[in-house]
């Protein structure tokens, strides 16, 4: 059923085909340089990029500026305290912030983090710390089309493993991230967030919850875990993220805002030694380096986040989304996460090998033939490991109707038909840290393509 209507338009075009291979061509066929005005489908992200709605824009208006103290900031934590448990919040400007104030608060040099998956910016936070990402995925994880419920657990018999090689000292934190971003938006259980807990107490680690997509999570878990059928999806919430010491959040995923994030705990010690590394790095801990403003609509949010309609909506559209693509005879990961549906670029275009970056080229003939963008997850973004060819096309949330994702399903199935044209690419510059590749490296194709 669909739970919205449209108050406030967004013109957006199709550029020329012209246009389009101009574009291409300048960003050095690398989607994150295009202009965003030559993008008629924007799918590379659903992170602060959705449609807040009426009651979140009445916030912004009466978001209160004030340096210290702020009316927004009470709304926020009553919020969070509500909708997800904790008592303690800890602002930051996005969830990247959220993770630099805590990882940063609770690594040093020569730990090990233990995480389902890390996303690329958690790796980093672990990694700047000097400290060691370990990813637990479970058996199956990567197996592209299998049916299994929940393919984004945290295996406890690799952390087992991890722990016996390195030692239970060196591991003072292990994390879940939920959904699994980089396992295709994979949803975890209940039940195997119970097990991470109590294997977290075995060895006297911290257990951090990632929860940008706990909403998202409790509504796949309402689905899939018998026990939770009959409960709402705030119950859900709150029974999962329970579960953890503190969880770092992402305003901009199911906070449904713009900006912001957060770190949240019941743990006094904790929530000092958080804030006062967050006055360091994101400013005052009633505002922590968002407006007023923000803070009001993901105040706001968070409450719609839980809403039944609102999960029942998304989650439903996604499906759709990826059945409009799998009808059309485009490959993809099953079954479709969260947040975006993954498409299987090694299976879409078979001829080409991985060095010469088969999901970017899919990447980029998805913007060629319909101005399409969405973002590669393979060998160009995660050099040197064995991850699937994926290109990911993330739903921004309350923004695109039926007629944009058939478009989308419509363009995909014609680069296929057409695959045997499409040429490979090779990296013509790209930045010192190679981990931040895909976000400026530059490429050309490999011989022309059409
Ligand atoms: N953790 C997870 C699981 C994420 O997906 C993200 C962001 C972050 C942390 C960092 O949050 O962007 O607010 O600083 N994911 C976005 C994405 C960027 O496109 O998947 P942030």
Request: with cysteine; charged share 30%.
């Amino acid at each position: 059923m669909v739970a919205y209507k449209t108050k406030v338009a967004e013109r957006i075009h199709l550029p020329s085909r012209d246009r389009r291979e101009r574009a291409l061509a300048e960003a050095g066929y690398n989607v994150f340089n295009l202009d965003a005005e030559d993008v008629f489908v924007d799918l590379l992200t659903d992170s602060g990029t959705g449609a807040m709605s009426d009651a979140q824009w009445a916030a912004v208006m009466r978001g209160d500026e004030s340096y210290a103290g702020s009316r927004s900031f009470d709304e926020l934590e009553s919020a969070v305290r509500d909708v997800m448990g904790f008592s303690r919040v800890v602002p930051t400007h996005q969830g990247r912030g959220a993770e630099n104030v805590l990882y940063g608060t609770l690594l040093s040099e020569g730990d090990v983090a233990l995480n389902n998956t890390h996303f690329d910016t958690t790796r980093a936070h672990v990694a700047n710390q000097g400290a060691d990402p370990v990813d637990c995925p479970v058996e199956g994880a990567h197996d592209l089309a299998t049916d299994e419920p929940f393919k984004g657990n945290f295996s406890l018999e690799r952390a087992r493993s991890v722990v016996d090689e390195v030692g239970a000292e060196r591991v003072p934190l292990v994390i879940s991230t939920i959904t699994n971003n980089s396992t295709a938006g994979q949803p975890v259980s209940v039940e195997n967030t119970r097990r991470v807990r109590d294997f977290a107490d075995e060895i006297d680690a911290t257990f951090v919850i990632d929860a940008c997509r706990f909403a998202e999570n409790a509504g796949f878990v309402r689905r899939r875990e018998d026990e939770f059928t009959d409960a709402d999806i705030d119950e859900i919430a709150r029974e999962q993220l329970g579960y953890a010491d503190a969880i770092v959040m992402s305003g901009k995923k199911d906070g449904l805002a713009n900006a912001g994030g957060f770190v949240a705990t019941d743990d006094e010690a904790l929530f000092e030694r958080c804030k006062q590394r967050a006055i360091l790095y994101e400013g005052f801990p009633t505002y922590g380096g968002m407006s007023g403003r923000d803070v009001a609509a993901l105040a706001v949010g968070l409450r719609e986040a839980v809403e039944e309609a609102y999960v029942a909506d998304r989650i439903d559209g996604v499906r759709a989304f990826a059945d409009l693509l799998e009808d059309a005879g485009v490959p993809i990961y099953t079954p479709p996460g969260g947040h975006a549906v993954y498409l299987d670029a090694g299976a879409a275009l078979p001829h080409l090998d991985s060095d010469e970056f088969p999901g970017q080229a899919l990447v980029c003939e998805l913007y060629r033939e319909g101005g399409v963008r969405g973002v590669e997850l393979g060998s160009f973004a995660f050099p040197d490991t064995d991850r699937p060819e994926l290109v990911r096309l993330a739903v921004p949330r309350r923004t695109y109707h039926t007629e944009h994702f058939e478009h989308v399903a419509e363009t995909a199935a014609t680069v296929i038909e057409k695959r045997e044209s499409v040429a490979g690419l090779e990296i013509t510059s790209e930045p010192e840290n190679r981990e931040l590749r895909h976000f400026t490296a530059d490429l050309e194709p490999v011989s022309p393509s059409q």
